[in-house]
């Protein structure tokens, strides 16, 4: 239940007031739930006389007790106290506070397990006094303000619930304390912290304390407990409490602060600021975990020696306890990601005043420290280099956080990606209330604020640890193991074994490429290492017949690379780039992910919406796309491209039109080609021997071809299309076999390439005698004049085979038509050259001993080349260069034959 105490409208009456701050002590609590007025109080209070004036105030209370839109100062502070300023860790944190109102994340838990239970009325007595002896505990910040307000002090007098149990479960009990630790506050009302009460049987009592973050750090936390039970004694002993000095409040901290930020020495931090921070930085990389749906926490201890050797080893080397809990964080980081420069968030305390160490509030300054990892580094000298980092930071911290997040180097960088820290608890001795003996127990929140975070806090003979993680991070197995690689590299930062120096990373390139080849949705894939961003980067070449989508993929990588996986970035190519001697082109590969992203143009229509959602599915971005970014551009193939628009004709429900079909452009020139076809719409027109389905799958395969089309709707694409030459027309399996002939004949030479039927229809004799007639008629059309040049590889010899009948049937003259790894037996009385690889299992040498004598029963005028290569590798490198040398002088022999006719 939600103890009710909200900004009032209006004052009460004096009286009004004696009498509640006389229930308030007799442990009597009111509140507003679902505009009913609610009460909770121990049996001797709850007497008819409270009944009968209850009745008489409800309409009093109800007014007074329901939460209002507005929220007005404290009218019983003086002036000087009325307008308090927000320290600048407030001023940092209120913004993402407000973006997550409906959660606890920013929520401090401070858990009492009480030998027995508290005198509730002593208790409530305590945390009063406590409410007016720091001011942060009055404080809400309404929405329309960056500074804080205090509630008025009557607001404070009520900020309990009680729950009992009928049984000391400890299950049950856990998930009590989860369940009030996450429970989120009205940061625009207040209050901003409760204290809930477990009675669970007659053996268990937990006192659970919760805190905006807003109001209370994790500085705080000792010093509220240490105040509280010195409050419940003095008041249990009846008297005041004896506090033991008058406490600096949090909004005096705040103006000091601020004078100091608005003087000399904030100028020079943001100096320094923009000199430590002048090159971009990037972002913080993080293990992805494919199968995480939740945020999650482990929270480990270390041996007591890994502590005792790191204070001896801090004393030694000067360096404090943070310096190496922030460089191991990021050194078990690093041998994860493999990232070299890691930007690691971390808390100072910024209680340098005497005065503040005895200040409730939210007064940590989050800091970012760049940490340098280089494989083989040696540990102690990233220890070094990070303790200066920090004692520098820490020195330069009076600047508002919006000044450091400006820095150059920073502009663009998430600092909210990962967060470490070390945390010195103050007090060891278990908190006694009176005579009442607590044990605290550690409660944590069901969200995180950083997407990784790596939290020590030490205590004399005690060193513990919790990591918590974002969904899509880790998973409960993946923070077990950086548990153990965090445990094993600081034991050989301060000398207890271990290598010391940075051994290399867990998972090496090689073994991300391996298991994503053996995916059978994958046919090829290079992985390329960035250690400046701390990703791998994977580029496939997918099977057409086993579709794989992203998911599925990343989850394979989960499962073949363990709990603790490498982040990967993917994209897909037609074919991997190759150099002249064959060889992957890693530099290419690498290029692909170095592109800065830009910020896209929002989608402006429900259909652009969706067709930008898919593009992002299909091509597997990480990131939003624009109205007007091209398919192609982002990486779209073949492929891709069919899949993608047969997910989206079934997302609409209809067929796409032509216009739609014949070139893929942007996400806006896409929809606007399916929104003008609403109106009429249209088809793909039959034609003779190819049906309509046929068509859109051609036009879907080549909408991604880079090339010119000869008219509008063609399926020919060119490429060289400014040279002299006779064009080259040739029949082809995918773009990229169009781009390598294009290439490496040279800019002389135009080439139009024409999609095979593989994936597009039956290859029964009618369908390519269909086809082949088809793109005789786009040929015709394209080169109206003059003698024709032909070719075409493996199946697609055989369409470009019919397609040379055609064209001759009908009066036009193929002056040479290439025939590249298949014979087709039927007759034909034109001029053709066959050419195979010398490796190929369809190298006619390997099956016939005379296979000129047998290719005469067919062929009028014929050749036989042999090529380098063996078959389905005769486009990359450098079998390209064999082929088209033999292509280029088949060409210029028919050239010359063509001369001399026409000089005869």
Same mark, same amino acid.
């Given at each position: 239940?939600n103890?009710?105490?909200?900004?009032t409208?209006?004052e009460p009456?004096a009286?009004l007031?004696r009498?509640?701050?006389?229930?308030?002590?007799?442990?009597?609590?009111l509140?507003v739930d679902d505009g009913r007025?609610?009460?909770?109080?121990?049996?001797?209070?709850?007497?008819?006389?409270l009944?009968?004036?209850?009745k008489?105030?409800?309409e009093t209370?109800?007014?007074?007790?329901?939460?209002n839109?507005?929220?007005?100062?404290?009218?019983t502070?003086p002036?000087?106290?009325?307008?308090?300023?927000?320290t600048?860790?407030q001023?940092a944190?209120l913004?993402?506070?407000?973006?997550?109102?409906?959660?606890?994340?920013?929520?401090v838990p401070v858990?009492?397990?009480?030998e027995?239970?508290l005198?509730?009325?002593?208790?409530?007595a305590?945390?009063?006094?406590l409410?007016q002896r720091?001011?942060?505990?009055?404080?809400?910040f309404?929405p329309?303000?960056?500074?804080p307000?205090?509630?008025?002090?009557?607001?404070?007098?009520?900020?309990e619930?009680a729950?009992?149990?009928?049984?000391a479960?400890?299950?049950?009990i856990?998930?009590?304390?989860?369940?009030?630790v996450?429970?989120?506050?009205?940061?625009?009302?207040?209050?901003?912290?409760?204290?809930c009460?477990?009675?669970?049987?007659?053996?268990?009592d937990?006192?659970?304390?919760?805190?905006?973050h807003?109001i209370?750090?994790?500085?705080?936390?000792?010093l509220?407990?240490?105040?509280?039970?010195?409050?419940?004694?003095?008041?249990?002993?009846?008297?005041?409490p004896?506090?033991?000095?008058?406490?600096?409040?949090?909004?005096?901290?705040a103006?000091?602060?601020r004078g100091?930020?608005?003087?000399?020495r904030g100028?020079?931090a943001?100096?320094w600021w923009?000199?430590?921070?002048?090159?971009?930085?990037?972002?913080?990389?993080?293990?992805?975990?494919?199968g995480?749906?939740a945020?999650?926490f482990?929270?480990?201890?270390?041996?007591?020696?890994?502590?005792?050797?790191?204070r001896a080893r801090?004393v030694n080397?000067?360096?404090?306890?943070?310096a190496y809990?922030i460089?191991?964080?990021?050194?078990?980081l690093?041998?994860?990601?493999?990232?070299?420069?890691?930007?690691?968030c971390?808390p100072l305390?910024?209680?340098?005043?005497?005065?503040?160490?005895g200040?409730?509030g939210?007064?940590?300054?989050?800091?970012?420290?760049?940490?340098?990892v280089?494989?083989?580094?040696?540990?102690?000298?990233?220890?070094?280099?990070?303790g200066?980092?920090?004692f520098?930071a820490?020195a330069h911290?009076?600047?508002a956080?919006g000044?450091?997040?400006?820095?150059p180097?920073l502009?663009?960088?998430?600092?909210?990606r990962?967060?470490?820290?070390?945390?010195?608890?103050?007090?060891?001795?278990?908190p006694?209330?009176?005579?009442?003996t607590a044990r605290r127990i550690t409660?944590?929140?069901d969200?995180v604020d950083?997407d990784?975070?790596?939290?020590f806090?030490?205590?004399?003979?005690?060193?513990?640890?919790q990591?918590?993680?974002?969904?899509?991070?880790?998973?409960?197995?993946?923070?077990?193991r950086?548990?153990?690689?965090?445990n094993?590299?600081?034991?050989?930062?301060?000398?207890?074994g271990?290598?010391?120096?940075?051994?290399p990373?867990?998972?090496p390139?090689g073994?991300?490429?391996a298991?994503?080849?053996?995916?059978?949705?994958v046919?090829?894939a290079?992985?390329v290492?960035n250690p400046?961003?701390?990703?791998?980067?994977?580029?496939l070449?997918?099977?057409?017949?086993?579709?794989?989508?992203?998911e599925?993929?990343?989850?394979?990588l989960?499962?073949?690379?363990?709990?603790?996986?490498p982040p990967?970035?993917?994209?897909?190519?037609?074919?991997?780039?190759r150099?002249s001697?064959?060889?992957?082109?890693?530099?290419?590969?690498?290029?692909?992910?170095?592109?800065?992203?830009?910020?896209?143009?929002?989608p402006?229509?429900?259909?652009e919406?969706?067709?930008a959602?898919?593009?992002?599915?299909?091509?597997?971005?990480d990131?939003?796309?624009?109205r007007?970014? &091209?398919? $192609?551009?982002?990486?779209?193939?073949s +492929?891709?491209a069919v899949?993608m *628009?047969?997910? =989206?004709?079934?997302? @609409? #429900?209809?067929?796409?039109p032509?216009?739609a079909?014949?070139?893929?452009?942007?996400?806006?020139?896409?929809?606007g080609a399916?929104?003008?076809d609403?109106?009429?719409?249209?088809q793909?027109?039959p034609?003779s021997?190819?049906?309509?389905?046929a068509?859109?799958?051609?036009?879907a395969?080549?909408s991604?071809?880079?090339?010119?089309?000869?008219?509008?709707?063609a399926?020919?694409?060119?490429?060289?299309?400014? &040279?002299? $030459?006779?064009p080259?027309?040739?029949? +082809?399996?995918?773009q990229?076999? *169009?781009?390598q =002939?294009?290439?490496? @004949? #040279?800019?002389d030479q135009?080439?139009?390439?024409?999609?095979?039927a593989h994936?597009?229809?039956?290859?029964t004799?009618?369908n390519i005698?269909?086809?082949?007639?088809?793109y005789?008629s786009e040929?015709a059309r394209?080169?109206?004049t003059?003698?024709?040049?032909l070719g075409?590889?493996?199946?697609?010899?055989?369409?470009a085979f019919?397609?040379?009948?055609h064209l001759?049937?009908?009066?036009?003259?193929?002056?040479?038509?290439?025939?590249?790894?298949?014979?087709v037996?039927?007759?034909?009385?034109g001029?053709?050259? =066959?050419?195979?690889?010398?490796?190929?299992?369809?190298?006619?040498?390997l099956t016939?001993?005379?296979?000129?004598?047998?290719?005469?029963a067919y062929?009028?005028?014929?050749?036989i080349d042999?090529?380098s290569?063996?078959?389905?590798?005769?486009f990359v490198?450098p079998n390209?260069?064999?082929l088209?040398?033999?292509?280029?002088?088949?060409?210029d022999?028919?050239?010359a034959?063509l001369?001399?006719?026409?000089?005869?």
């Amino acid at each position: 239940m939600n103890s009710v105490d909200r900004q009032t409208v209006g004052e009460p009456s004096a009286d009004l007031t004696r009498r509640l701050e006389d229930l308030a002590r007799r442990g009597v609590r009111l509140w507003v739930d679902d505009g009913r007025l609610r009460c909770s109080a121990p049996p001797q209070s709850l007497d008819d006389d409270l009944r009968d004036w209850l009745k008489s105030e409800r309409e009093t209370l109800l007014t007074l007790l329901t939460p209002n839109a507005s929220v007005t100062v404290d009218p019983t502070l003086p002036a000087d106290e009325a307008s308090p300023r927000a320290t600048l860790a407030q001023e940092a944190l209120l913004p993402l506070a407000r973006a997550h109102r409906a959660d606890g994340r920013y929520n401090v838990p401070v858990v009492l397990d009480l030998e027995r239970a508290l005198d509730p009325l002593v208790l409530h007595a305590a945390l009063s006094a406590l409410g007016q002896r720091h001011d942060a505990l009055r404080f809400c910040f309404p929405p329309s303000q960056a500074d804080p307000v205090f509630r008025p002090r009557l607001a404070g007098l009520s900020v309990e619930e009680a729950l009992v149990m009928g049984r000391a479960d400890d299950a049950e009990i856990d998930a009590a304390i989860q369940t009030m630790v996450s429970r989120p506050f009205d940061i625009g009302h207040g209050p901003l912290w409760r204290c809930c009460t477990i009675k669970a049987g007659r053996s268990r009592d937990v006192l659970v304390l919760v805190f905006h973050h807003l109001i209370f750090d994790g500085f705080s936390r000792d010093l509220f407990v240490k105040e509280l039970c010195v409050a419940y004694a003095d008041l249990a002993a009846g008297h005041a409490p004896r506090f033991a000095s008058e406490a600096m409040q949090s909004h005096d901290f705040a103006a000091w602060e601020r004078g100091v930020a608005d003087g000399p020495r904030g100028e020079e931090a943001r100096r320094w600021w923009v000199e430590a921070f002048q090159q971009r930085h990037p972002s913080t990389a993080l293990p992805a975990a494919a199968g995480s749906q939740a945020d999650g926490f482990l929270r480990f201890s270390l041996p007591n020696e890994t502590l005792a050797a790191l204070r001896a080893r801090a004393v030694n080397s000067r360096q404090p306890c943070g310096a190496y809990a922030i460089a191991a964080a990021a050194v078990a980081l690093h041998r994860v990601t493999g990232q070299r420069r890691i930007l690691a968030c971390t808390p100072l305390t910024n209680r340098d005043q005497a005065q503040a160490a005895g200040v409730i509030g939210y007064l940590n300054r989050m800091a970012p420290i760049s940490v340098a990892v280089e494989p083989g580094a040696i540990l102690s000298e990233i220890v070094s280099e990070t303790g200066r980092s920090l004692f520098s930071a820490d020195a330069h911290r009076f600047v508002a956080t919006g000044d450091i997040a400006a820095a150059p180097g920073l502009r663009r960088t998430q600092l909210n990606r990962f967060m470490t820290g070390w945390q010195e608890r103050r007090s060891d001795a278990q908190p006694v209330l009176g005579d009442v003996t607590a044990r605290r127990i550690t409660a944590t929140r069901d969200s995180v604020d950083f997407d990784l975070a790596v939290q020590f806090e030490a205590a004399a003979d005690d060193l513990s640890c919790q990591i918590s993680y974002r969904a899509g991070v880790m998973d409960e197995a993946g923070a077990s193991r950086f548990a153990e690689i965090l445990n094993s590299t600081l034991a050989a930062m301060v000398g207890l074994g271990g290598e010391s120096f940075v051994p290399p990373a867990l998972t090496p390139a090689g073994r991300v490429a391996a298991a994503l080849i053996d995916h059978p949705g994958v046919d090829e894939a290079v992985v390329v290492a960035n250690p400046e961003i701390g990703e791998y980067g994977a580029v496939l070449v997918l099977n057409e017949h086993e579709r794989v989508d992203l998911e599925t993929l990343k989850a394979w990588l989960g499962e073949h690379l363990g709990p603790l996986a490498p982040p990967v970035q993917f994209r897909t190519l037609a074919a991997l780039p190759r150099m002249s001697d064959g060889e992957v082109d890693r530099v290419a590969l690498s290029r692909l992910f170095e592109a800065e992203p830009r910020q896209p143009i929002p989608p402006q229509t429900d259909l652009e919406r969706q067709i930008a959602e898919l593009w992002r599915e299909v091509l597997w971005l990480d990131r939003p796309v624009g109205r007007d970014e &091209g398919f $192609r551009l982002l990486g779209g193939h073949s +492929l891709l491209a069919v899949r993608m *628009l047969g997910d =989206l004709e079934q997302r @609409l #429900g209809r067929s796409l039109p032509a216009a739609a079909l014949t070139c893929l452009g942007s996400v806006a020139e896409l929809a606007g080609a399916i929104q003008s076809d609403a109106a009429e719409p249209t088809q793909p027109t039959p034609v003779s021997g190819v049906d309509a389905d046929a068509l859109k799958k051609l036009h879907a395969y080549t909408s991604v071809w880079a090339g010119e089309r000869p008219f509008p709707g063609a399926l020919l694409v060119g490429r060289n299309l400014d &040279g002299e $030459r006779t064009p080259l027309f040739w029949c +082809l399996q995918n773009q990229n076999e *169009l781009k390598q =002939l294009a290439r490496y @004949l #040279g800019d002389d030479q135009p080439v139009y390439g024409m999609r095979s039927a593989h994936q597009v229809m039956a290859k029964t004799p009618e369908n390519i005698d269909g086809l082949a007639a088809f793109y005789a008629s786009e040929i015709a059309r394209t080169a109206p004049t003059g003698a024709l040049f032909l070719g075409g590889n493996c199946q697609a010899a055989v369409i470009a085979f019919h397609i040379a009948r055609h064209l001759r049937a009908g009066g036009r003259e193929v002056a040479l038509l290439i025939l590249h790894e298949k014979i087709v037996p039927h007759p034909y009385d034109g001029r053709i050259a =066959l050419t195979f690889g010398r490796d190929s299992d369809r190298n006619p040498w390997l099956t016939s001993d005379d296979p000129r004598a047998e290719l005469a029963a067919y062929y009028d005028d014929f050749t036989i080349d042999l090529v380098s290569g063996s078959h389905g590798q005769f486009f990359v490198e450098p079998n390209i260069l064999d082929l088209t040398a033999t292509i280029r002088q088949k060409r210029d022999a028919m050239a010359a034959l063509l001369s001399g006719a026409r000089g005869a």
